[in-house]
């Protein structure tokens, strides 16, 4: 049983070094297709939009026949859209490449903690889940300074070809790990019941915080930040590559420690509540950005924590695990994607000023919404 943990410790650390390099990789090269910053939103747009639906059909799918089939998909859809953006020169061609990472990441999703329940059993469950968040952001933050490097030294299409070549290594680890057998996708009817279904209504308040909590970090990883510090600070490759790696790294940190040393509640709070200053103050600091970065870095592990406390009260119970997940993120990605799609259109018209400022006042409510959450269960 500890063996198949390790082994899925390793799919998760590749797939997040994938999925990160890819996440610098792409904004940097549609700047460098000099597409406009409205169009570069809106495609980007595309993988939590799509993301939230197939989450949930993929999360019901490994319910009812097993993960298997779900990760291998998952795998295939990573390689080709990694063929379309080398191939690709059109926003239609990318706006499909898009949509295979969003099968990459609903199907990974959609299993990942299934998996870790199966194999580390129910107990201790949210301190499980949060350490695997901590060993794959560190993977993540390697992936982000690898694939800064690699553009710099070498090239977008060269760069392209190493995730490809990752990509087959994951399918190859998945189909070795993965013992059980492949099933074709269950009958509508039986995925309709299990996803629509009725829920608490504190499913839905945790599921709310998680959303808050989850958006903005999210936002500033995939669109923002890589923007910003490419296009207004002038970074290059290679220096935005290391702040976001910086701020992947970091936030393992803190999230680890966290685990580790069972920091209290309101220590986490204390640490979320220091991205607000934080997001407020970088617009101001110029080239000093990687300081409010270090903070927000730490304040995001911290908030991963409380994050997986409430996933795992209101999941670890439940039959159907994969759905319930599935579900109760099912309002973040809702958010990130309305948030992705208008934040281009807010920078075209307001300035990178007004999106920070609107994410320092999401972090703000996160933290008097989750305080009163927790002090109202005394948890």
Not at 42 to 55: A, E, K, N, Y
Request: hydrophobic residues 55%; contains cysteine; glycine residues 6%.
């Amino acid at each position: 049983m500890r063996n198949t943990l390790k082994k899925l410790f390793l799919i998760d650390m590749l797939y997040a070094f994938i999925a990160s390099s890819l996440a610098v990789m792409v904004p940097l090269y549609l700047i460098d297709i000099e597409l406009d910053v409205v169009s570069i939103g809106l495609l980007l747009s595309i993988v939590p939009l799509s993301f939230m639906f197939l989450r949930l059909l993929f999360a019901s799918v490994a319910d009812t026949v097993g993960t298997k089939t779900v990760e291998v998909l998952e795998s295939i859809a990573t390689i080709a859209a990694i063929m379309i953006y080398v191939f690709s020169s059109s926003a239609r061609g990318f706006a499909v490449a898009q949509f295979g990472e969003a099968v990459r990441d609903a199907g990974f999703w959609a299993t990942a903690r299934t998996d870790i329940v199966r194999a580390n059993g129910k107990k201790h469950l949210d301190r499980a889940f949060a350490y695997l968040i901590g060993i794959r952001q560190l993977a993540d933050g390697f992936g982000r300074i690898a694939i800064g490097f690699l553009i710099l030294y070498f090239s977008f299409q060269v760069s392209f070809y190493i995730m490809f070549v990752l990509s087959l290594l994951m399918l190859v680890l998945i189909l070795t790990i993965n013992k059980n057998p492949f099933c074709g996708f269950p009958i509508a009817k039986i995925l309709v019941k299990k996803i629509f279904h009725k829920r608490s209504k504190t499913f839905w308040v945790d599921s709310f915080g998680i959303a808050m909590q989850q958006l903005v970090p999210a936002v500033l990883m995939a669109f923002l930040l890589p923007l910003y510090v490419y296009s207004v600070l002038d970074f290059g490759y290679s220096g935005t590559a290391a702040v976001l790696a910086v701020f992947s790294i970091v936030t393992a940190a803190a999230n680890l420690l966290a685990v580790k040393y069972n920091f209290s509640k309101y220590t986490l709070l204390f640490s979320v509540l220091m991205i607000v200053p934080a997001l407020i103050l970088i617009p101001y600091l110029g080239e000093l950005i990687i300081i409010p970065v270090l903070v927000i870095g730490i304040g995001t592990g911290c908030g991963n924590i409380l994050t997986e406390r409430l996933v795992s009260k209101d999941v670890s119970r439940s039959k159907n695990i994969s759905t319930e997940v599935g579900a109760i993120y099912f309002p973040y990605m809702v958010l990130a994607s309305l948030f992705i799609g208008f934040g281009g259109l807010a920078i075209e018209n307001w300035g990178y000023l007004s999106m920070f400022y609107l994410c320092a006042f999401i972090m703000l409510y996160y933290v008097i919404y989750v305080r009163t959450l927790l002090k109202r269960r005394k948890d």
